[in-house]
């Protein structure tokens, strides 16, 4: 019996480490914390374990990737419930608790950025409303694929809409004097 | 010819400020899970999608919630590809030469996130949170047994659970300490195999982890 805990208590790591590696290949160039998907993943752990603790007769799931996947929503999606509910908008990792925070070495410089951000910001929001969330994906950082993936849009809809998106962020930051570095 | 002004670099990072400025405002306005899953999904109308996508990527705490449901996503169809034939699996690699759309008018520098290799696979193991120290795995029974944890920096409680063979929780204890003894011997019997973990909660209430650590207990 020990011997069938250990080797189920592997299976499961194993199932949950497959994902994990997936799931970081997508987020870890975007925004996606670590903290909160560590938590989901121990979410996902002691469910699977809960689930797979039966007896076999009374199992309705395999361990696969794709029970993994459907825990891993479900986790995820109570996770950020539970948050909004209590007032906060992350998790923080421990290791960033009582981080010293640094001070712009040039506070004219952080001030000029600062500016900026707030010009962008009310220039998007002046951007055609159809064009406006694909600006900010590509802002954002996010690639074609991802935006053309997200929405269920053609390459050739996706490429049209952020061309058009631009240009209207382009005339929109040109009005209140700010250039977009051109080079030809 | 060039004209001096901001780069694409400057603007992503003007950017990346704007969202986290926005971070501090409430919650009341964003989107619910459940609408950035349907966004995902390509469930509700594209008017819908598009009011809930422009939302979430300008919204600081949005963002990384969406990008939290989104890797999940894909992750999974990712796994739902691996399972098809071979010859029915559909290229991924759908290409969008945004880029160079976006370059055909504006010949901007591309920032380096969006050409960025991906980097190595980040592997964490389990009990990132909290690291568990006693009992070993295996203990015997009719003695009191002590459950120690590490001290985790800024954690004002811990929560202790013990999950039998089927999973349910068994025993429990809430403390401020960084171990707890349990005394009673009708729970942990000869035989038996259970599974435990803590965990910690900080001030502002954000919480960490164990992993989930087996203890058997054996005949004395």
């Keep these: 019996m020990p011997l069938a805990l250990d080797k189920l208590s592997s299976e499961l790591e194993a199932a949950v480490g497959r994902f994990a590696a997936l799931v970081r290949r997508v987020g870890l160039r975007h925004r996606l914390s670590e903290a909160d998907l560590e938590d989901v993943l121990q979410e996902v752990r002691i469910r699977l374990w809960r689930a797979r603790s039966v007896p076999q007769s009374e199992r309705t799931e395999q361990v696969s990737a794709s029970y993994v996947y459907r825990l891993a929503v479900s986790a995820a999606v109570d996770l950020l419930r539970r948050r909004r509910a209590r007032g906060a908008d992350r998790t923080v990792a421990l290791d960033e608790i009582n981080e010293p925070v640094a001070e712009h070495p040039d506070p004219a410089r952080a001030a000029e950025a600062s500016e900026l951000s707030a010009q962008l910001a009310r220039a998007i929001e002046k951007i055609t409303p159809s064009r406006r969330p694909v600006v900010r994906m590509y802002l954002a950082g996010y690639s074609g694929d991802e935006v053309a993936r997200t929405m269920g849009w053609s390459e050739a809809k996706t490429r049209n809409l952020l061309y058009r998106g631009l240009a209207d962020l382009r005339e929109r930051l040109e009005e209140m004097g700010i250039g977009w570095k051109i080079r030809a | ?220």
């Design chain 2, 1 to 220: 010819m060039e004209n001096q002004g901001v780069t694409d670099e400057a603007i992503r990072e003007a950017y990346q400020r704007a969202l986290d400025a926005r971070r501090v405002t409430g919650r009341e306005p964003c989107p619910s899970p459940e609408a950035m899953l349907a966004l995902l999904r390509r469930e509700g109308t594209e008017e819908q999608r598009l009011d809930t996508l422009d939302h979430v990527m300008g919204c600081g705490a949005c963002s990384s919630e969406f990008e939290l449901l989104r890797s999940i996503e894909q992750a999974g169809a990712g796994t739902a590809e691996e399972a098809k034939p071979v010859g029915l699996r559909i290229s991924r690699r759908v290409v969008v030469p945004l880029a160079l759309a976006a370059s055909a008018l504006l010949v901007v520098t591309v920032g380096q996130r969006l050409r960025a290799p991906e980097g190595p696979d980040v592997e964490r193991g389990i009990g990132n949170g909290v690291s568990l120290l006693e009992p070993p795995a295996e203990i015997e029974a009719g003695i009191p047994t002590r459950f120690a944890w590490k001290p985790v920096p800024g954690a004002q409680g811990y929560e202790l659970e013990v999950l039998d063979e089927k999973g349910a929780v068994v025993w429990g204890a809430k403390t401020s300490q960084t171990s707890v003894t349990m005394s009673d011997p009708l729970v942990f019997t000869a035989g038996r195999n259970f599974r435990w973990w803590v965990r910690a909660t900080t001030a502002s209430g954000d919480q960490r982890a164990s992993g989930v650590r087996s203890l058997r207990i054996r005949m004395k």
